[in-house]
């Protein structure tokens, strides 16, 4: 994994944990595009619904323990 996915993983641990302190501003700008992915939009505003953060936090981890989507590699799984 690189660096950022790590820090993408570390931050996701931390919303799944407890979301109330981690708000959209509390997610570093670097990582913010990676959570709006997984976000549902909001209708008035098209904008990455604060309510899906939880859920985006658990396809985050649910993607790097799966190594898909954003964590896929090229490499074949090792057993």
């Known amino acids: 994994?690189?660096?950022?996915?790590i820090d993408v993983v570390e931050h996701a641990l931390r919303c799944f944990r407890d979301v109330s302190i981690c708000g959209?501003?509390?997610i570093p700008k670097e990582l913010q595009?990676?959570?709006a992915k997984?976000?549902?939009r909001d209708v008035w505003t098209g904008q990455s619904?604060?309510?899906?953060?939880r859920e985006a936090a658990l396809l985050?981890?649910?993607d790097a323990i799966?190594?898909?989507g954003e964590f896929a590699t090229d490499e074949p799984p090792e057993y």
Do not use: K
Not at 49 to 53: F, G, K, P
């Open 24 to 26: 959209w501003d509390a």
């Open 66 to 68: 799966t190594r898909s």
């Open 38 to 40: 997984y976000m549902d």
């Open 1 to 5: 994994m690189t660096q950022t996915q």
């Open 33 to 35: 595009s990676y959570f």
């Open 49 to 53: 619904d604060l309510q899906s953060l």
């Open 60 to 62: 985050i981890l649910r």
